[in-house]
């Protein structure tokens, strides 16, 4: 497999983007639902923030992602009950159909390639009728929504969480934040037979 653009800068979002108090992962958090128990496949989980969360909520987390390098930081970060795949999240074969009652990404679909093949990994992945989670920005919302239901998922619910207060005074982000930056929808996988 060869080098994911992310290795070179696993160092930088180690270490600025690991606040689990922000906006968008509570988000998330919320629309997942309770994952204790469940089998949760976090896409696309870069140094394992989100996996460890829901690890710590008692799901059985694996995660996948292309970075070996961002894997690496997770791994070390543990806890060890978190299997980690490295895989593209467009090619995921490794993982058996139907294995996972949950699918959460949190911003990794605005950065995967093959959006649309990686959207039908987790409708393969995904037990029928269960949910997916997914948190993204940056791609318009009709591509989300247009590969959403190509691949056999329909939109359940979503949220636009504010951006953190601190953008307001910084001078870079300041106009961003009068605007929905984030977006986090929870999806449902439809049955074959629909």
């Known amino acids: 497999m060869v080098n994911a653009r992310y290795d070179a800068v696993a160092e930088f979002y180690d270490a600025g983007f690991s606040d689990l108090d922000d906006p968008v992962l509570?988000?998330?958090l919320?629309?997942?639902g309770p994952v204790d128990g469940l089998r949760v496949l976090d896409l696309a989980c870069g140094h394992g923030r989100v996996s460890r969360e829901l690890a710590g909520l008692g799901a059985h987390v694996t995660g996948?992602?292309?970075?070996?390098?961002?894997l690496a930081k997770a791994r070390a970060a543990g806890p060890p009950s978190i299997r980690y795949v490295h895989a593209n999240a467009?090619?995921?074969d490794e993982l058996p159909d139907g294995s996972f009652?949950?699918?959460v990404c949190n911003f990794g679909l605005s950065d995967i390639?093959?959006?649309g093949g990686a959207l039908a990994e987790v409708g393969r992945v995904l037990r029928a009728?269960?949910?997916r989670q997914v948190g993204a920005n940056h791609r318009t919302l009709s591509t989300y929504v247009d590969e959403l239901s190509r691949n056999g998922l329909w939109l359940a619910a979503m949220s636009e969480p504010p951006a953190p207060e601190s953008w307001?005074?910084?001078?870079?982000r300041r106009e961003a934040a009068r605007l929905p930056v984030f977006l986090v929808a929870r999806c449902v996988r439809r049955s074959r037979e629909i």
């Not at 996948?64 to 961002?70: E, G, R, T």
């Not at 307001?168 to 870079?172: G, L, R």
């Open 64 to 70: 996948v992602d292309l970075s070996s390098a961002l």
């Open 113 to 115: 390639d093959d959006l």
């Open 129 to 131: 009728t269960l949910r």
């Open 26 to 28: 509570r988000a998330l």
């Open 168 to 172: 307001k005074s910084d001078p870079v």
């Open 90 to 92: 467009a090619d995921m």
């Open 101 to 103: 009652e949950a699918v």
């Open 30 to 32: 919320r629309l997942a």
